[in-house]
């Protein structure tokens, strides 16, 4: 990819430079997406990590400065710091700023900020399905998009052209474009990584509680779906806690339906009912293929990072 992209920012605000924020802000300085990048966060060191690696040319701690002339403000910090952002930043946004963020839950984002934007802002909810275990603008690289889903949720008065700039930016960065409603697009994620992410801490945390020769020795023979669980349970617990807290009614719909299923499984179990337990199994095989197939199995790889 080059400067060559159809998509271009004057002055891009990051308020977080995380994981998600950093590897963005390195596909746009790859490709010549911007003419500069202010990087903010309240940590210094933060800051200072951004500044060292070149994916921001300027740096503060106070997010009206940061948004002052931007013409894309990005909220990348966990989705319970939101409302107190647009608070601060509202008088400072410019006309036809775009906003758009990178949180894991949409609905409750746009209940909780839209009262807030001004009407001359643009905001174009996003969810990039991508991630590591890692976080901090260290972590970042810019193939993490490649591939992935990037989910738009727009209401529907927003304006065409901001939701084309940002799905054109995202594209750039090697993702796949999905506009979706904000209160199905967090259904979808309650059972498709919202509950994965809950039942992993449970599990590990469950292995943490017990006595300390037990816990020793589940860490010594780790098999692959525990070690598979411990580097989901390893991921940003702020960012996680504010999913869960964002997200209530879907994911405890969600976690209903799956008690339900597994009432069924330890009845199955119970009875030493295998044709049934296998019937099931079989089925959850072809899910597995399912997403081979879509090439969603390969996780991203920092290999050709910025």
Known sequence: MTGSGSVKFKR????GM?????????????????????????????RETALKLGIADSVTDEPKVAVSGADLVLLCTPVGAYQDLIK????????????????SVKQHVISSI???????????????????????????????????????????????AAIKKVASLW???????EIMDAIHHDKVLAITS?????????IVGTANDLEDQLKGEVVKFAASGFRDFTRIAASDPIMWR?????????????????????SVLQRCIRDADGKKMEALFTRTRE????????????????????
Request: proline share 8%; aromatic share 8%; charged share 20%.
């Open 171 to 177: 594209r750039q960065a090697g993702a796949r474009i």
């Open 194 to 202: 919202h509950v994965p992410h809950l039942i992993a801490y449970t």
């Open 18 to 46: 995380g994981l998600i924020g950093s590897s963005l802000a390195r596909v746009m300085k790859r490709d010549g997406l911007v003419d500069h990048i202010i990087a903010c966060a309240r940590s210094g060191e933060t």
């Open 287 to 306: 899910i597995r293929r399912s997403v081979i197939e879509a090439g969603q199995h390969i996780p991203p790889s920092p290999k050709d990072s910025y």
């Open 114 to 160: 839209r009262p807030y934007l001004p009407e001359f802002v643009h905001f174009v909810p996003g969810h990039p399905i991508a991630g590591t275990e890692n976080s901090g603008p260290a972590a970042g690289f810019d193939t993490l998009f490649e591939n992935r889903w990037v989910v738009l949720t727009p209401e529907p008065e927003t304006e065409p």
């Open 242 to 262: 504010d999913i869960f807290l964002n997200n209530q009614e879907a994911v405890l719909e969600m976690l209903g339906r799956l008690t339900e299923d597994i």
């Open 88 to 103: 601060k930043i509202s008088a400072n946004l410019y006309p036809d700023t775009i906003v758009t963020d990178v949180g």
């Open 12 to 15: 891009a605000a990051f308020l």
